[in-house]
C-alpha cells in the first residue's frame, strides 16, 4: 500500500510540473523549446506588468524634461487629463466592487468560516500596523529628521490644506458613526464629521460671569465612507444566506454584478500603463522649488521611504514566508501591477480592483478570499499610513523641540494603529487622522503645513506599502484555507482506511468522492 501512496504521489507531482505557471513558464517544457519562443512567452504572459513598470519609468523621464519648459498651470492641467480619467474610471467601479464583492462573499461563506477568516485577517493587519507603527518612531528617532540648526522650515501657500483640530475623543466617535450610515445613497459619497461651535453663556448667579463654551456638532463632508458600506455589505451577506432558498435568487445577482465588474476591470487595467505615465508626468511638472523642499525636509523624506522600504521589503515578506514557506518575491512579483497603480494613483481604494485581479490570476488566491478580504483590508489595514504619521509626530516633535517621554510614544504608537483603521483609502487621507495623533501628545497642528508641502511623494509610498500588506494579508489567508482543507482531507481518509469492513456505506462527502475518483481499482482492492 505503502508503494502504491508513493507512486501516486509522483504521478501527481508529475501532473504538476507540467502546469504552466502564472509568468509564463512551465516547467520540463521550458527547456525543449527555443529561447527566443520561451522569452516571447514570458513577455507576453508579464506584458501588463512590464507596461504599466515602464509608464513610470517614461513618466519620470518626460516629466523631467518638460520641467524645464515654462509650462502654464492649464498646461499642466491639459499634460495630466489622462492620468485624471484613469482615476476617474478606478474610482467608479470602487462602490459595485466593495458591495457586491462583500455580499457574494459573506453570503458565500459559512457564518462561523466567515468569522474565522476575518477574526485572523484583523490581527494580522493589526500586527502589521504596530510593527510599522514601531519602525516609524525608531527610524525617526535614530535620524532625528526634525533637528534642523537653521530653525523651522518655512513653506509657503499651504496652511489652507491643514485640517481643524478636533479632540481625539470626537475622532474615535466620528469613526463609530460612520460604522452605521444613516443614508446608505449618501455613504456613497459623504461621511460624518464633528465640527465645534462656540457658545456664550451669562452667568446666573447675578454676577457679570460669561463662559464660552466649544460645542461639538455633527455635519456631512464630501468623501466615501467606506468604512460604513463594508459594514454594510458583510451584514447583508450574512442576512442573504440566513433567508436559505429565498435568498439565493440576490445571491446569483451579486456575484453576476461582481463577476460583470471584473470584466471592467480587465478592461481598465490596459489603460493603466498610459494613466500613470501621465499622472506621474503631471505630478513632477506640477512640483515647485525642488532643491529648497528636499534640502529643507529631506531627512524627513528619507527617514519615511526608508521605513517604508525596511516594511515592505523585509518585515512583510519574511512574515509570509514564515507562515507559508512559499517565496515572498514571487508573489510581489504577481501584485506588480497594482503596486504600480497604487504609486501612480496614491489611492488604495482605486488599486482595490487591480490588487483583486491580481493576486487572484498569478498568485493563486481563490474569489472567496479575495473578494472579502481584500476591500476590508483597503478600509482597515494602512501600514504605510501608521508609519509616516509616527515618523510625522516625532518629526513635529522634534521641530519644535519637545522632548518626548516613554508615555506618549506609546500614546503615538497606539493612537497612529487605532487611528489609521479611519484614514480613507484617498490621497493625503493619512495627515487628516495626523491630527488626532497631534492632539493626543499636546503637539501643535499648524506644524502639518510642512507634512503637507511633500505628501505627494511619501503619500505614494505609504499607499504602495498599504495594498502590499493587503494582498501578503490574501495570500497568507489563502495558505490556512489550504492548509485546514488539507488536513481535513487527511482524517477523511484516515477514517476511511481505519473502518474497513465496518463501514456500511461510504459517506457523501465531496473529498471522499474526489479521492475515490482518483484512485485506481488496484488500490481499492489493497485497502
Same mark, same amino acid.
Given at each position: ?41 514570458? /513577455?507576453? @504572459?508579464?506584458?501588463? $506588468? =512590464? ?5 513610470? &519609468?517614461?513618466?519620470? *523621464?518626460?516629466?523631467?524634461? %518638460? ?94 490644506? /491643514?485640517? @481643524?483640530?478636533?479632540? $481625539? =475623543? ?5 469613526? &463609530?458613526?460612520?460604522? *452605521?450610515?444613516?443614508?446608505? %445613497? ?342
Amino acid at each position: 500500500m505503502a508503494e502504491k501512496m508513493e507512486e501516486g504521489m509522483t504521478s501527481n507531482g508529475e501532473v504538476h510540473v507540467d502546469e504552466p505557471l502564472a509568468n509564463g513558464m512551465s516547467g520540463d517544457n521550458a527547456n525543449k523549446e527555443p529561447v527566443s519562443e520561451r522569452v516571447k512567452r514570458i /513577455v507576453k @504572459a508579464n506584458l501588463l $506588468v =512590464i507596461l504599466t513598470v515602464a509608464g513610470v &519609468i517614461v513618466g519620470v *523621464f518626460i516629466g523631467l524634461g %518638460v520641467r524645464n519648459v515654462a509650462l502654464t498651470r492649464t498646461q499642466i492641467i491639459y499634460i495630466g487629463f489622462p492620468g485624471e480619467l484613469l482615476i476617474r474610471l478606478l474610482k467608479m467601479i470602487i462602490i459595485p466592487l466593495v458591495v457586491c464583492s462583500l455580499v457574494s462573499g459573506a453570503a458565500s461563506l459559512d457564518p462561523k468560516a466567515l468569522g474565522k477568516l476575518g477574526g485572523w485577517a484583523m490581527l494580522f493587519f493589526l500586527v502589521t500596523t504596530l510593527i510599522a507603527s514601531a519602525i516609524g518612531v525608531v527610524m525617526a528617532f535614530i535620524l532625528t529628521p526634525g533637528s534642523v540648526s537653521v530653525g523651522k522650515p518655512q513653506i509657503q501657500a499651504l496652511d489652507d490644506g /491643514v485640517p @481643524a483640530s478636533k479632540e $481625539v =475623543i470626537d475622532s474615535f466617535l466620528d469613526l &463609530i458613526r460612520n460604522i *452605521f450610515p444613516s443614508n446608505l %445613497v449618501a455613504a456613497a459619497f459623504q461621511s460624518y464629521a464633528t465640527s465645534y461651535k462656540f457658545v456664550t453663556k451669562n452667568g446666573t448667579d447675578g454676577n457679570p460671569n460669561i463662559t464660552v463654551e466649544k460645542v461639538p456638532f455633527g455635519m456631512d463632508q464630501d468623501g466615501m465612507n467606506i468604512l460604513g458600506l463594508v459594514v454594510f455589505a458583510i451584514v447583508f451577506g450574512v442576512a442573504l444566506r440566513k433567508l436559505g432558498e429565498e435568498g439565493e435568487i440576490l445571491i446569483k445577482f451579486f456575484n453576476s454584478f461582481n463577476e460583470a465588474t471584473m470584466v471592467l476591470v480587465s478592461w481598465i487595467m490596459w489603460y493603466a500603463p498610459i494613466g500613470i505615465m501621465f499622472l506621474v508626468t503631471g505630478k513632477i511638472v506640477e512640483m515647485e522649488d525642488v532643491g529648497t523642499l528636499f534640502a529643507s525636509l529631506g531627512k524627513y523624506i528619507a527617514c519615511c521611504i526608508i521605513g517604508h522600504a525596511i516594511h515592505g521589503f523585509l518585515v512583510l515578506p519574511l512574515i509570509y514566508f514564515v507562515i507559508t514557506r512559499k517565496n515572498p518575491f514571487t508573489f510581489l512579483w504577481g501584485i506588480l501591477t497594482a503596486l504600480a497603480t497604487a504609486f501612480g494613483t496614491s489611492s488604495s481604494s482605486a488599486t482595490l480592483p487591480l490588487m483583486m485581479k491580481c493576486v487572484e490570476e498569478n498568485n493563486g488566491v481563490s474569489k472567496h478570499i479575495s473578494r472579502f478580504i481584500l476591500p476590508i483590508g483597503a478600509t482597515v489595514n494602512m501600514d504605510g499610513a501608521a508609519l509616516f504619521q509616527c515618523v510625522a509626530a516625532v518629526f513635529i516633535a522634534q521641530l519644535n523641540e519637545v522632548s518626548l517621554n516613554f508615555i506618549q510614544v506609546i500614546t503615538i504608537l497606539v493612537t497612529a494603529t487605532a487611528s489609521s483603521v479611519g484614514a480613507a483609502g484617498i490621497p493625503a487621507g493619512g495627515v487628516l487622522t495626523l491630527a488626532i495623533i497631534l492632539e493626543a501628545i499636546g503637539l501643535p497642528t499648524n506644524d502639518i503645513s510642512l507634512i503637507l508641502a511633500v505628501d505627494w511623494l511619501v503619500d505614494r509610498t505609504c499607499t504602495v506599502l498599504n495594498v502590499e500588506g493587503d494582498a501578503f494579508g490574501a495570500g497568507i489567508l489563502q495558505h490556512f484555507v489550504d492548509r485546514s482543507q488539507k488536513d481535513e482531507g487527511a482524517e477523511l481518509s484516515e477514517l476511511k482506511v481505519d473502518a474497513g469492513p465496518l463501514m456500511a456505506a461510504p459517506e457523501h462527502s465531496p473529498l471522499l468522492d474526489k479521492r475515490a475518483a482518483d484512485q485506481s481499482p488496484e488500490k481499492e482492492s489493497i485497502m
